[in-house]
C-alpha cells in the first residue's frame, strides 16, 4: 500500500565552487517564521542546503545555512539577502514575460489548486506547487564550466484529497535546475520539476501532469476569465515597510478536464483550478507568525481571493487584504476594513499536534457577502518536517447581496504546528 506522505531523502551539504562562503545565519523554525514569502517560510532551510556540488561536497553544520559573500545593491535593504531585488511596486506586471522566472528575486512560486469531481460525483482535490529559491543573487559571477553550476534551487509539492474515501497523499521533490531537471520560461510557458509540469498549449490552455508511483494527475485547464493582479496593479503588501511586499497576480478560474489515478483505479474528472504566482524578496514584519490564505470560487462565476497575517500578540496584522472577483472578471480590491474572518472551528493534527482552524465564516462589506466555509474533510496537513502546514479543498455556502451562493476553493494555514526546532 502507498505510504500517505512521501519524499525523498537528502543529506544537508554542499558547496558552490569559486566563490567564497560567508556564515549567515543559524536556523529555528521561529525565525524562518519570519521570512517572506511565507508559503515558502517553511521551505527555505531545505532549499538553502539544496545547491548541489559540481564536485565533491563539504558538509556544513545542519542548523547553518552558508551563502556567498556579495555586495549590495541600492535596491537592497538591511532586513533583506543583498544582491537581491525588493518588490518596491515600481516596476509594472507584463504579460507573457511575467509568466516566466524572476532571477533577480529571492523566492518565488507558481502554485495551481483545484477542486474535480467525477459523473458520478466521486470529489477529489489538488495541489501542484513548484517553488524557486535563489541562493545565487545575479551580482555574482558562477563557474560556466559546468550545466551543475546553478544560482537557484527548485522544489515541489504534489499532494491529492480522495475526498470520498478521506485518504490524502502528499509528495514533495527538489531539484537544481541543470541541466533541464527543472525551470521556468514564459513564452512559451513552461514550468516543470523533471515531469512534474505545466506547460502551455493553445494560448489560455495548459497541460499540468504530475505522477508519483500509483498516484497520478493529468488536467487540461483553460483559462475562463484572465488574469487578475492583487493589491496595486499586483503589488501586494504585507507589512509596513515597502519592500515588505510581492508581486502577486493569479488566473482565478481555470477549468479542469482530465483525469486522477489512484492505486490504479483512473477516474475520469473535470472541475476548476485556481493558479497563483508570486515573487518577491523582503521579509515580513517582525511579529508576524502565520499566515491565512483563501481562493474561493463561486459556481455563478466569481471569485474570491483573502489573506490575513497573524501576530504573536494573537491580532490580525493590518497588511490583511484580499480581492474579489466579478464573473466577467472585473477586480475590487479589498482591505482588511472590508472584511472579517471568523473561526467556527478547530481540528487537531494527529501527526504533529498541531491546532488549525477548521471551519470559517467570512464576511465581506461590498458586495454584500455571508460565507461558511468548511474543508472537504479535515486532514490535508502537509508534514515533511520541518515542512509543515495544511493545505485542503473546501466548500462554502452563504448569500450576497440576498442572492444564494455556494461553491469550492482552497485554503493555507501556516504557522500552527508550534516553535519547532529545525534540525
Known amino acids: ?146 550545466d551543475w553550476s546553478s544560482r537557484d534551487v527548485y522544489f515541489a509539492h504534489f499532494a491529492i484529497s480522495d475526498i470520498d474515501s478521506n485518504q490524502f497523499y502528499a509528495f514533495q521533490r527538489y531539484s537544481r535546475p541543470g541541466p533541464g531537471l527543472a525551470g521556468a520560461q514564459a513564452d512559451p510557458y513552461h514550468i516543470w520539476l523533471e515531469d512534474w509540469t505545466i506547460t502551455e498549449l493553445p494560448l489560455g490552455v495548459y497541460q499540468l501532469q504530475a505522477e508519483q508511483g500509483e498516484i497520478m494527475l493529468d488536467l487540461t485547464l483553460t483559462d475562463e476569465m484572465g488574469i487578475v493582479l492583487h493589491g496595486e496593479n499586483g503589488y501586494s503588501r504585507k507589512g509596513k515597510n515597502i519592500t515588505n511586499a510581492s508581486y502577486y497576480y493569479s488566473q482565478p478560474r481555470l477549468r479542469a478536464d482530465g483525469t486522477v489515478q489512484l492505486n490504479g483505479v483512473l477516474y475520469s474528472v473535470s472541475g476548476l483550478a485556481w493558479k497563483d504566482h508570486e515573487f518577491s524578496t523582503g521579509v515580513l514584519d517582525e511579529n508576524q507568525i502565520g499566515w491565512d490564505w483563501f481562493s474561493l470560487q463561486f459556481e455563478d462565476g466569481p471569485a474570491l481571493m483573502l489573506f490575513q497575517l497573524r501576530e ?52 465581506i462589506h461590498k458586495p454584500d457577502c455571508l460565507l461558511e466555509v468548511k474543508p472537504w474533510m479535515a486532514d490535508q496537513e502537509i508534514n515533511f518536517p520541518p515542512i509543515t502546514y495544511w493545505e485542503g479543498a473546501v466548500h462554502f455556502e452563504g448569500n ?13 494555514l501556516t504557522g500552527y504546528t508550534g516553535n519547532l526546532p529545525l534540525p
Open 1 to 146: 500500500m502507498l505510504e500517505h506522505y512521501q519524499s525523498r531523502s537528502f543529506n544537508i551539504s554542499w558547496v558552490l565552487p569559486n566563490v567564497r562562503l560567508k556564515r549567515i545565519f543559524a536556523l529555528t523554525y521561529n525565525v524562518v517564521m519570519n521570512v517572506f514569502p511565507i508559503r515558502l517560510l517553511f521551505l527555505l532551510l531545505l532549499t538553502s542546503i539544496l545547491l548541489l556540488p559540481s564536485c565533491a561536497p563539504v558538509t556544513i553544520p545542519s542548523a547553518e545555512i552558508q551563502v556567498p559573500t556579495v555586495t549590495a545593491t541600492p535596491t537592497v535593504t538591511s532586513t533583506m539577502q543583498p544582491g537581491f531585488v525588493a518588490a518596491d511596486g515600481s516596476r509594472p506586471l507584463t504579460f507573457p514575460a511575467d509568466f516566466g522566472a524572476h532571477p533577480d528575486f529571492r523566492t518565488e512560486w507558481w502554485y495551481y489548486t483545484g477542486n474535480l469531481q467525477t459523473l458520478e460525483g466521486r470529489r477529489f482535490g489538488f495541489e501542484l506547487t513548484i517553488f524557486r529559491v535563489g541562493l545565487v543573487p545575479p551580482t555574482v559571477e558562477l563557474p560556466n564550466d559546468s
Open 312 to 363: 504573536r500578540s494573537g491580532r490580525i496584522s493590518e497588511s490583511a487584504s484580499g480581492t474579489f472577483i466579478s464573473a466577467d472578471g472585473t477586480s475590487q480590491p479589498l482591505r482588511k476594513s472590508d472584511f472579517e474572518i471568523t473561526v467556527l472551528d478547530k481540528w487537531s493534527s494527529p501527526h504533529t499536534l498541531g491546532i488549525y482552524p477548521s471551519s470559517w465564516e467570512i464576511r
Open 400 to 412: 450576497c447581496n440576498g442572492v444564494p451562493v455556494q461553491g469550492n476553493g482552497y485554503i493555507e
